[in-house]
């Protein structure tokens, strides 16, 4: 017969932290950042604008495009 009775380890009791520790850890993982450098920078900055010009014409294109769609099925003139 299976010994069902083994004690299994309690889970050590974590110390909870003050503000202190809480700045400490935000100051710690500050350190582990990589900043971009200013070329990197105007370079993301760059991509960003782009895809948003983008998107936002493909957007409008296909909202001019199901538009005059509808239009032109339910026969709406404006």
Do not use: H, Q
């Amino acid at each position: 017969m299976a010994d069902n009775n083994k004690k299994v380890p309690a889970a050590p009791n974590k110390k909870r932290g003050g503000m202190g520790e809480y700045f400490r850890g935000i100051k710690t993982e500050m350190k582990k950042v990589v900043w971009p450098t200013k070329k990197e920078l105007g370079s993301f900055t760059a991509v960003v604008l782009v895809t948003c010009a983008f998107f936002a014409l493909a957007f409008w294109g296909i909202d001019s495009g199901v538009l005059a769609m509808l239009r032109g099925i339910l026969g709406i003139n404006m």
